[in-house]
């Protein structure tokens, strides 16, 4: 385990710990026990209540998460990463959602179409034994099981804004590794121009997968040209906040592709398929005039029933709306808008 402190940020009033956090934090200081609270004494950081803000994030213990059948060698894996540096060309230093936000405000509609839903109801989600089907275009197709995927990886952190076609953005630290790593390992060959993904279909487990009336049809599916899928800010992310991810984020792996609105970033992924033609994504097949394949993130272009020229950093605390500018590419023009040269954004939004 490690602890991960940034330096000299300012803190607003609105950020200070909620309490909640503040005890989850204690017991877990003293789980930790006397070394690892000795280390900390030394940075001026500790005890106080804002700390865990300042400190970049809340460090939760495994108890904490909601993740009911533990890959007790997964966590290992997560939890023995090297700390990646503070911040480097794909990290944002911009202030890190809550833990307690980014798990109970989530879109996994398989879970119910509710913000609190996903971490209410996917509490007994078994993601151990977990195959992910390999297929398509490529020299190494095959089921492979998720410890055979990510044993060759080197897992990193990624803090990363992420905006939701709804308006809502958080800014998430991530660990996975690229995704680039991964499909490259399936040998995809010349035809493979576009990657398409699935989600698990389990309606024993995915309420909404038994509804008659959900929006969605199921499996949950999405998918990038290959570019956009080798490009190195795209991850397979198994964790957030320095710990596999919680059920309502996507365990026991999902896609995270920051320029895009939040739906392409698939959750709990069983399928990898490479092909010739465009995949069909979900959101698409719901209303294509309001949700393109590229998706990519676009102030400049309207949803059809809203703008998308500004946006709601989450939490928004009672009395201090956190509205700001949505970015060009969500802010990360500079790396991606080369991808898409020569291409009318409007059409292909
Ligand atoms: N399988 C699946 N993946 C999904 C979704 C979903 O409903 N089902 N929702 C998407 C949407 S709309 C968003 S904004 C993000 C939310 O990710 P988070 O809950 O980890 O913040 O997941 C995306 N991935
Ligand atoms: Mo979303």
């Known amino acids: 385990m490690y602890i991960k402190v940034k330096r000299g ?6 950020e200070i710990t909620p309490e909640s956090v503040y005890h989850s934090r204690r017991k877990f200081m003293q789980g930790a026990g006397l070394a690892l609270g000795a280390g900390l004494a030394g940075t001026s950081l500790l005890p106080s209540a804002a700390s865990a803000q300042a400190g970049g994030y809340e460090i939760k213990s495994a108890g904490d998460l909601n993740l009911a059948e533990k890959t007790f060698w997964l966590e290992q894996k997560v939890m023995a990463r090297k700390p990646a540096p503070q911040s480097g060309p794909y990290t944002t230093d911009e202030n890190i959602t809550p833990f307690d936000t980014a798990t109970t405000y989530n879109n996994f509609y398989e879970f119910g179409t509710g ?8 509490r007994d989600f078994r993601v151990d034994p977990w195959t992910v089907e390999v297929k398509g275009e490529c020299g190494k ?20 804004r992420m905006r939701c076609v709804e308006r809502w953005s958080m800014v998430i630290p991530w660990v996975g590794f690229p995704l680039a790593d991964l499909l490259s390992r ?27 009336f959900s929006t969605l049809e199921w499996p949950y599916h999405e998918g990038l040209r ?14 957030i906040y320095g710990n596999v991810l919680p059920a309502q984020n996507g365990a026991p792996m999902r896609l995270v592709v920051p320029w895009k609105y939040g739906y392409k970033g698939i959750k709990s992924i069983v399928s990898i398929n490479f092909r010739e033609t465009e995949p069909p994504t979900s959101w698409n097949d ?9 998706s990519n993130v676009n102030p400049n272009v ?17 009395f201090a709306a956190q509205e700001r500018e949505t970015l ?9 808008a080369s991808l898409y040269a020569g291409m009318d954004l409007r059409k292909f939004h």
């Open 9 to 14: 940020i300012a803190i607003a009033s609105s």
């Open 115 to 122: 913000k609190q839903d996903p971490s209410n109801r996917a």
């Open 141 to 160: 197709p095959g089921n492979y099981t998720l410890e055979d995927i990510l044993r060759p990886h080197t897992l990193e952190e990624r803090i990363y």
């Open 186 to 212: 399936f040998e995809p060959n010349g035809n493979a121009k576009y990657v398409e993904f699935l989600t698990l279909v389990d309606p024993g487990q995915m309420p909404e997968q038994r509804s008659r």
């Open 226 to 239: 290959m570019d956009e899928a080798m490009h190195p800010l795209t991850i397979m992310a198994v964790g």
């Open 286 to 294: 719901y209303a294509a005039n309001e949700y393109g394949f590229f």
């Open 302 to 318: 309207r949803h059809p029933r809203w703008s998308q020229a500004r946006e709601m950093r989450l939490p928004t605390p009672l």
């Open 328 to 336: 060009m590419f969500n802010g990360y023009e500079e790396e991606v």
